[in-house]
């Protein structure tokens, strides 16, 4: 989260107001942020309103993270970033995303008098059903000051206003974290993955059934070895055919359900 305080001036009247990068047509703004403004920004069009640094005396790392369902290597400034990118593409729906997409220009409250505060989002995304979302990350173990709720409440109001939606996202439990980034090294197709899943989720119609259980059901009904249906259950798991609870660790006893309109 990057945000700057200055004392709001009668030429910064005009609030809120955006500036960014397009690809094609270099910098632009800063100019009122409408409703109408709003509908033509694109994810896909904007380039970084900032470059991520790398100093030695910096607690956060930059990285990069692919995102497979836009099909693009994604410029994070931390680790976390890159964690929030894997977990949106896990939960689907992506079609686009920018990363330090723009710089807003926002009025806020602060001990009494009002100011002005320019705040770079993590990141802007849209989603299947035509949604603009814009997304903050921050760390549980850094708590938020005062100023940065207040970046962050305001960041929240101004998304509501112009038709946009906002989250602000933590690092995940440890589990889901660990279960994530197991699951992540199964994004290609493994042997026998249409058959299995297949079989999976036709023994699933019945209802959720225990890791261990599945196994055993799958390969005695598809004749696939034990050893070979795991990687496929992974890789179901991350392209969201195979549902599991994320937030515990995986084992034996884990209930599995089929996901809505897997197939």
Not at 91 to 107: K, V, W, Y
Not at 108 to 137: L, N
Not at 216 to 222: N, Y
Not at 231 to 253: D, N, T, W, Y
Request: hydrophobic content about 45%.
């Amino acid at each position: 989260m990057g945000a700057k305080a200055a004392r709001l001036t009668s030429a910064e009247s005009r609030l809120p107001a955006i500036e960014w990068e397009d690809w094609d047509r270099g910098k632009l703004g800063p100019v009122p942020l409408t409703r109408a403004m709003a509908r033509g920004l694109r994810p896909d069009a904007l380039a970084p309103a900032r470059t991520p640094s790398a100093e030695s005396w910096k607690i956060n790392r930059p990285g990069i993270a692919w995102c497979d369902s836009t099909r693009q290597l994604v410029e994070c400034e931390s680790g976390l970033e890159m964690l929030v990118v894997h977990q949106l593409d896990f939960e689907g729906g992506l079609l686009s995303i920018a990363t330090q997409p723009f710089r807003l220009h926002m009025a806020v409250s602060a001990i009494g008098e009002s100011s002005v505060v320019r705040h770079v989002p993590d990141f802007f995304v849209t989603m299947a059903d035509g949604s603009r979302v814009v997304i903050d990350v921050h760390r549980v173990y850094r708590p938020a000051g005062e100023r940065s709720r207040e970046v962050f409440d305001a960041t929240g109001g101004l998304c509501d206003a112009i038709g946009w939606k906002y989250r602000l996202i933590t690092e995940p439990s440890g589990h889901y974290r660990q279960n994530l980034l197991f699951i992540s090294g199964y994004r290609a197709r493994p042997p026998h993955a249409e058959q299995v899943l297949t079989t999976a989720v036709t023994v699933l119609a019945a209802g959720p059934m225990a890791w261990r259980t599945l196994v055993d059901a799958v390969a005695l009904s598809s004749g696939v070895h034990a050893a070979l249906v795991l990687p496929c259950f992974f890789h179901g798991i991350l392209v969201r055919m195979l549902k599991v609870p994320m937030e515990q660790p995986f084992s034996a006893a884990m209930p599995v359900s089929s996901a809505e309109g897997a197939v």
